[in-house]
């Protein structure tokens, strides 16, 4: 089956300056430069120049060197990459100082891309500082996640962020909206008669979204131990596959359509029949073997502070209480240290009310898992001659999607870059996800749900027995 990548239509990306603050970061050079270097080896790519600055000083030669085995790491470098090389720079300065910062926007020249590309408080102090700056006509405004660390600090940023440069010129990124995978939610949905008209309450039992990592904490403990798997991957990328999945179609694929359907779905998403008690688990690694590693106890790792009790494991499941979806349970999951890399979402339909009598075996209706890494489309069906001539079993339609050249950070930035929000995550729609979660980062800082423990490398707390189920 061919799926149509309805997003990712060849545009061309128009030449601006991007300044990364934050450039020294681990985020930089993980992420963020090979990005753009796979964007600038396709064929959509035009030269930009990057501006990176920090408080570090690096010399010239060695942030040419960064973005150079950056971009390397996508392949042999390109006219487009060499010259977006060529033009490269690095500026020291402290980014919180305005004179640094005029400075900065100076060398820019018209339209500049500002990236953040650092801690959210150092972020938040940089658009403090901009209020005394005049920033040139056209700047966009990129912010890394989390924005924001509640519904209430979220909507101050965006406040103070549009006191700067209106909502279409403000990027909040979540590179899975990058993913071609989750960008296929679309076409698969809405370009397709198979599975629309049974996109509902009426046809779809439940759906679950997981992502299960094999890695542990990998160093991470500063980020990690403040965030957790609640919101690290539940509160940002899992409800935004949420409200991909659960929207309507929209009327047209602009930013303004697109991003409209997807703050309707979440703003009737609400947690699952009740309280943030009955509709979340959690639980935390003990020592194990993971992914082939020896993976310490969570709590041992260096830079916990145990008595945090952050979770590596979160569950929660909510509803969308719309006609379409009301009384289905969607249920978001993600963990560290598990046995199995399984990321995936997972629509069972309901089975038939009647089988005609005479055909024995299993009730089970069709499920549809669709991989968000890579991006593999598996259907099961129910099928006669599996187990003998009368008796019903399963067969399964396997597929995999085409890959993209462009990483998901890249296909992030082609839109930045472009001046396009369509992929960047609209101020309501953060505000809103911090809403859905906060009843059970409620329920869990007053200990109302016990934090479980797990062995790093299972496949979850014994308890959750439905787990292995479901991975079927
Ligand atoms: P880092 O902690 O590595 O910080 C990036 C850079 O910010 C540092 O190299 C430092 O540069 C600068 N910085 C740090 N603290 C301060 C400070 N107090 N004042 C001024 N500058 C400071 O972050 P990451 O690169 O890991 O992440 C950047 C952002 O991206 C964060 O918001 C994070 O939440 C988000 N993110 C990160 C991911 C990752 O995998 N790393 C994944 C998803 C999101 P210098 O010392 O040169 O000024």
């Known amino acids: 089956m061919r799926l149509p990548l309805t997003w990712l239509s060849v545009t061309v990306l ?56 950056a971009f390397a790491s996508q392949g042999e470098i390109g006219p487009v990459a060499a010259e977006t090389l060529a033009t ?25 891309v500002l990236y953040f590309s650092l801690p959210p408080a150092v972020a938040t102090a940089i658009v403090e500082t901009l209020q005394r700056v005049e920033l040139p006509e056209g700047t966009e405004l990129a912010f890394e996640k989390p924005f924001g660390t509640d519904a209430a600090s979220a909507a101050a940023l965006n406040k103070l962020v549009g006191s700067l440069v ?3 010129n403000v990027h909040r990124v979540d590179h899975f909206l990058g993913r071609t995978a989750v960008l296929n939610l679309i076409g698969l949905r809405f370009a397709n008669r198979l599975f629309e008209p049974v996109w509902n309450a009426e046809h779809i039992e439940s759906v679950e979204i997981v992502y299960d990592e094999t890695l542990g904490l990998e160093g991470r403990a500063q980020y990690y131990d403040n965030a957790g798997a609640l919101v690290d991957m539940i509160q940002s990328h899992l409800l935004l596959v949420l409200a991909l999945l659960a929207m309507d179609a929209p009327a047209t694929m602009d930013a303004v359509e697109v991003r409209s359907e997807m703050a309707r779905a979440l703003r009737s998403t609400r947690l699952y029949r009740g309280s943030g008690i009955e509709a979340s688990r959690r639980a935390r690694y003990t020592a194990g073997v993971a992914g082939g590693r020896v993976v310490p106890a969570y709590a041992g790792e260096a830079g916990v502070d145990p008595e945090r009790e952050t979770e590596t494991l979160a569950e929660v499941t909510v509803e969308v209480g719309t006609n379409r979806w009301a009384g289905v349970p969607f249920t978001l999951r993600s963990g560290k240290a598990l046995g199995v890399a399984r990321k995936e979402i997972v629509i069972k339909f309901k089975p038939l009310r009647h089988l005609p009598s005479g055909l024995h075996g299993g009730r089970d209706g069709e499920t549809l898992r669709i991989g968000l890494n890579p991006g593999e489309l598996s259907l099961s069906v129910p099928a006669l001659g599996v187990d003998g001539p009368y008796t019903m079993g399963q067969v399964f339609l396997d597929a995999t ?36 979660v906060e009843p059970v980062v409620a329920a869990w800082k007053a200990d109302e749900v016990p934090l479980e423990e797990y062995e790093a490398g299972s496949d979850g707390p014994a308890e959750w027995q439905d787990l292995r189920e479901s991975a079927a």
């Open 14 to 69: 128009s030449q601006r300056t991007v300044v990364i603050f934050g450039a020294s970061g681990d985020l930089s050079s993980r992420l963020l430069l090979p990005g753009l270097g796979s964007l600038l080896a396709g064929p959509r790519a035009s030269a930009v120049r990057i501006i990176g600055t920090g408080r570090s000083s690096l010399a010239a030669d060695d942030w040419t060197d960064r973005v150079r085995t």
């Open 88 to 112: 490269t720079q690095y500026v020291a300065g402290d980014p919180t100082d305005p004179a640094h910062l005029r400075a900065l926007l100076e060398l820019a020249g018209p339209a500049p």
């Open 166 to 168: 209106p909502e279409e």
């Open 401 to 436: 999607l085409p890959s993209a050249s462009v990483l998901p950070y890249g296909e992030v930035l082609n839109g930045i870059l472009r001046g396009d929000p369509l992929l960047s995550v609209r101020g309501d729609v953060a505000e809103r996800c911090w809403e859905i």
